[in-house]
């Protein structure tokens, strides 16, 4: 009897070394004595394993794009004499001091190409001007410039269980830089008959761009707005009523 009872203790410690070594084996050395040792418990091993770095953001839609109005007289008369003729430019002080007289010159400049690509001639300032054409420049900020901030941020976990203590730390690396303002840069323009003061054609552009971004200068966004507002001259998007300047 004696020898059957220590043959079952026997079996019986022989049971739990088993049970023992399988539940290291499945949960691994450093189960229950912090993070780093195999602890999959929560899910941390994929929430917090490597730092998440971002070097890029999406552009905003509006940025680089054009939107062009125009409309020309309801005189047929009128509209007969656009495109042709000499032609003078003149500009308005525009909105703002950010306006300054060098600006004006460079619109103004982009306005004399656009109109000796449609037809006119601006090379002989003697001879008489039947029409004018009348700039103004205005600016808008659509979005507000970017504070500056860290490029590194993160957050930290801690969950503690039967077994031990787990813990993450999720990092986050951003290396874009804060993005300047969006504004909004708009060119009116109105070609008027001298004597009358008639308005024969109007129109403007827009177009918006990242403040003190280089690809977009101001010589840059007076040769895109001129340009689209004298694609195919004199032919516009309305019909506009009679009036005078």
């Known amino acids: 009897m004696k020898k059957l009872e220590g043959a079952a203790i026997a079996a019986g410690m022989a049971a739990m070394l088993l049970a023992s070594s399988t539940a290291q084996a499945q949960w691994g050395p450093g189960y229950g004595r912090g993070w780093g040792g195999g602890y999959r418990g929560s899910g941390w091993g994929s929430s917090f394993d490597s730092p998440r770095i971002n070097n890029s953001r999406s552009k905003d839609s509006r940025e680089g794009r054009v939107e062009v109005s125009r409309f020309v007289s309801s005189d047929p008369a009128a509209a007969a004499e656009l495109g042709k003729g000499p032609v003078s430019v003149e500009s308005e002080s525009g ?144 019909i506009a009523p009679a009036r005078e300047g």
Do not use: C
């Not at 601006?122 to 900020?141: G, N």
């Not at 971004?213 to 507002?229: E, F, P, Q, R, V």
């Open 95 to 238: 909105d703002g001091p950010w306006v300054e007289a060098s600006m004006r010159r460079t619109f103004e400049a982009a306005i004399v190409d656009a109109l000796v690509g449609a037809g006119y001639d601006t090379l002989h300032p003697d001879v008489p001007q039947p029409q004018i054409t009348k700039l103004k420049i205005s600016r808008q900020v659509l979005a507000p410039g970017e504070e500056k901030r860290s490029p590194v941020s993160g957050t930290a976990a801690i969950e503690t269980g039967t077994y031990g203590t787990g813990y993450g730390l999720g990092i986050n690396v951003d290396l874009t830089k804060p993005r300047s303002a969006l504004v909004s840069t708009r060119l009116d323009a109105r070609i008027v008959e001298k004597d009358s003061g008639k308005v024969l054609w109007e129109g403007y552009a827009t177009i918006a761009t990242r403040e003190g971004d280089d690809k977009w200068s101001n010589g840059m966004i007076a040769t895109k707005l001129a340009g689209a507002l004298f694609d195919n001259f004199p032919k516009a998007d309305a």
